[in-house]
């Protein structure tokens, strides 16, 4: 490691046995799920017992607890060089622990386990995997076209919402943008043109979404709310099953070619089209819902010296291939690319992951090396690891946009873990790696460009959501502007 890692890599670290405690069963579970959400909030959840205890590895009890998990007992990695163990399937296992210590119903994805929930040893992982893979290869030329169909219009809509309200809601503008973009991206269909959802998509995928994810997310609305509404027991699937039927016959409709790549390999068409669903709304939409405004709103408390650089360089880059919006001419945007790994970095949209023991194996932190047993139950708050100073320093709190610029840049990629790997490693059917990995990085340059082009600088009120209150725009003389 940067700080005391890579020179320190022979000596031998101390033997700690993993530090922490669980508490009272049920009432602490309870108690730390307030704490949580409410009392402490996510990153001082963790903090404070990293600091109690003296450790980065240590146990403790994660929500949701009762009644919705039956364990809430993990040992959670806080730091750099003991957070990589999650992405060694060889150790752990990562059957039905994706959205962490509970599982929710099959009956919202059609009876199956979907991909994201099966684990390399099964036999479905491969082919699903690799349906696609083959889909992402097959739609790679589609994907810049619809983005800056899709999101030229969101900025469109921004600059008459500036001009009649003085400001735009960009996050609610972006649930449309992304929906519609990913539907034509990977199928050539808008979702608003499928007669099953009309403009109706993304609520629908939205509400589909808070039923399988609300027992680690919180509204923002009093706890009292959300506590026995959200918190202790299961959403009943029933009340989201229209919605998630309307979906379900965009997908078999729009998909049908996919359909039958699947079938090809070895997949029935129902369970591909239930998985195509799950890629698509839960991973990519649920993705791109969290990502775009997390990219905008690092921006816009930026200094605007990185909106004038990045102007600079997207524009180059763009004339130079004549214009275009090229993938070619976004592989030179350096600082671009620099810009959305480091949001990935500080704020990576999908915070927890999550690992059982396969075998009784050795853990290191910085400091000392941790024995697990097998079955012991592993868990990743990946903003302690991708904001560890042992890595990044001083500035590891800090989102500094040319961090992996250059070759000194670069060698910190390593340590970029949103993906559930490496950002120096690739997704593979044998791994958990996020198949979508390098799509996403491309979307949020696209992001960039799209806002560069159009603009020279910009401003925004950042809470709860990102809301645009001024743009500049940029002569009309730059060129592929829209
Ligand atoms: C898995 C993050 C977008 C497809 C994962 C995992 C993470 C992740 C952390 C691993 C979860 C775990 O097993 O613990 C993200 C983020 C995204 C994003 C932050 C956007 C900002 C996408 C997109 C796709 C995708 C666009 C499109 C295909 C998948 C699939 C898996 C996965 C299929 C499961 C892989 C497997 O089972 O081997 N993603 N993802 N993701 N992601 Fe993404």
């Known amino acids: ?12 670290l101390p033997s700690r046995p993993v530090p922490g405690s669980y508490g009272v069963p049920f009432i602490s579970a309870v108690r730390d799920r307030l704490d949580f959400f409410y009392l402490q909030g996510e990153d001082k959840y963790f903090e404070s ?3 109690r205890y003296g450790s980065t590895v240590v146990r403790l009890n994660v929500p949701p607890g009762p009644f919705i998990a039956r364990d809430p007992r993990v040992v959670a990695l806080l730091d750099a060089k003991s957070f990589p163990v999650l ?8 059957r039905n622990v994706f959205t962490g210590t509970y599982m929710p119903s099959t009956s919202l994805t059609g009876g ?3 991909l994201s929930y099966l684990d390399p040893s099964e036999p479905n992982h491969a082919k699903v995997k690799q349906l696609l893979f083959s889909l992402l290869a097959s739609r790679k030329d589609a994907v810049v076209p619809a983005f800056r169909s899709n999101f030229g219009k969101l900025f469109d809509t921004v600059e008459e919402q500036i001009v009649s309200n003085g400001k735009s809601d960009f996050t609610g503008l972006n649930d449309t943008a992304s929906f ?21 998509g993304p609520a629908k995928a939205a509400k589909w979404l808070l039923w399988q994810i609300c027992p680690i997310a919180t509204l923002g609305l009093p706890m009292i709310v959300e506590e026995p509404l959200l918190h202790t027991v299961p959403l009943p699937p029933f009340l989201v099953s229209s919605d998630y039927k309307a979906l379900f016959k965009y997908f078999s409709a729009a ?4 359909l039958d790549t699947a079938e090809s390999l070895g997949l029935p068409r129902e369970e591909a089209c239930h998985n195509l669903l799950f890629a ?26 990185l909106h004038e650089k990045l102007a600079r360089e997207i524009r180059k880059a763009v004339a130079d291939a004549g214009g275009k919006v090229t993938l070619a001419a976004l592989e030179k945007m350096e600082l671009t690319k620099s810009v959305v790994w480091e949001t990935l970095r500080v704020d990576p949209p999908v915070k927890f992951q999550y690992g059982r023991a396969k075998a009784d194996l050795q853990i290191e932190s910085h400091d000392a090396s941790y024995s697990i047993k097998k079955g012991e139950m592993l868990f990743g708050y990946q903003p302690c690891a991708t904001r560890d100073t042992r890595v990044f320093g001083p500035t590891a709190g800090q989102f500094v946009g040319d961090r992996f610029v250059g070759e000194e840049g670069r060698k910190l990629l390593k340590y970029v873990f ?18 979508g990995k390098n799509l996403v990085v491309l979307v949020g340059r696209l992001l960039l460009v799209e806002l560069f082009l159009r603009y020279d600088t910009f401003t925004a009120d950042v809470g709860a959501k990102v809301v645009i209150t001024g743009v500049t725009k940029a002569a009309t003389s730059v060129p592929g502007k829209a």
């Open 418 to 435: 949103w993906s559930n790997g490496p950002e120096t490693e690739s997704p593979s059917v044998d791994n958990k790696q996020c198949a």
């Open 112 to 114: 199956y386990r979907v």
């Open 255 to 258: 998909a049908s070619k996919a």
């Open 1 to 12: 490691m940067e700080g005391s890692g890579e020179g320190s890599r022979d000596v031998v």
């Open 87 to 94: 992405f060694d399937v060889t150790k752990v296992e990562k």
């Open 280 to 305: 698509t709304v839960f991973n990519s939409y649920g993705g791109f819902k969290r990502l775009l405004p997390g990219i905008l709103s690092r921006l816009a408390r930026a200094d605007s010296k």
């Open 180 to 200: 519609e973009f990913i539907g034509e991206a990977y199928f050539g269909v808008r979702p608003s043109e499928s007669s099953a959802l009309g403009t109706g």
């Open 49 to 51: 017992r990293a600091e």
